[in-house]
């Protein structure tokens, strides 16, 4: 795991002064790196039976895809307000530093369909808890939340409501 993170480039005060981004495009653009990353979630989730994965715009749109393809299991985008054509349903939440909103089609999963909620990163939590309540709303068995980073030091996975939450690497 050590060798991932020596692939991802650290920006200081980005978007704002006081933030250190995690930039995984650096990663991305590694093919061992990139191969491995989606190995490590398909892996982990093909024999779960897991019916959606769902994307969080716009880094998850990188990874579920193509661990949606691995595990037999469809793709769900997640997006920002106005980008999806049908009815939706969104929800507002607070960023480390600001606010934002999502949106998800309103017949995107089912109920009781098993999802994977998928990002490449996980901070605060609430983009992750966001998705989490819509696919809640829509009748979701939330399996689990992957994300390919986890800064641990600001306590995300504590508004994930005791869902279960894997992350490859760990700052």
Same mark, same amino acid.
């Given at each position: 795991?050590?060798?991932?993170?020596?692939?991802?480039?650290?920006?200081?005060?980005?978007? &704002?002064?006081?933030i250190?981004?995690?930039?995984l495009?650096?990663?991305l653009?590694?093919?061992d790196?990139?191969?491995?990353?989606?190995?490590?979630?398909? !892996? =982990?989730?093909?024999?779960e039976?897991?019916?959606q994965?769902l994307?969080? !715009?716009? =880094?998850?749109?990188?990874?579920?895809? *193509? %661990?949606?393809?691995?595990?037999g *299991?469809?793709?769900?985008?997640?997006?920002?307000p106005?980008?999806?054509p049908a009815e939706?349903?969104?929800?507002?939440?607070e960023?480390?530093?600001?606010?934002?909103?999502?949106?998800?089609?309103?017949? *995107?999963? !089912?109920?009781?369909?098993?999802i994977?909620? %998928?990002?490449?990163?996980?901070?605060?939590?609430?983009?992750?808890? *966001?998705?989490?309540?819509?696919?809640?709303?829509?009748?979701?068995?939330?399996?689990?939340?992957a994300?390919?980073?986890?800064? !641990?030091?600001?306590?995300?996975r504590?508004?994930?409501?005791?869902?279960?939450?894997?992350?490859?690497? &760990?700052?």
């Open positions: 795991m050590e060798e991932l993170k020596k692939k991802i480039r650290e920006v200081p005060d980005f978007p &704002k002064p006081g250190l981004f995690y930039d495009t650096t990663l653009k590694d093919r790196g990139l191969r491995q990353i989606v190995e490590i979630l398909s !892996e =982990r989730y093909i024999q039976g897991i019916d994965v994307g969080i !715009e716009s =880094r998850g749109f990188i990874f579920a895809p *193509a %661990v949606a393809l691995n595990i *299991a469809g793709f769900v985008p997640v997006r920002k106005g980008k999806l939706t349903l969104s929800h507002s939440y960023l480390e530093y600001g606010q934002d909103t999502l949106e998800i089609h309103r017949d *995107a999963v !089912e109920p009781g369909q098993r994977l909620i %998928v990002d490449d990163l996980i901070a605060t939590g609430g983009t992750a808890a *966001a998705t989490a309540q819509m696919a809640l709303n829509l009748g979701a068995d939330i399996a689990e939340f994300f390919m980073v986890e800064l !641990e030091f600001l306590n995300g504590e508004k994930l409501n005791g869902h279960e939450v894997f992350s490859i690497l &760990k700052y």
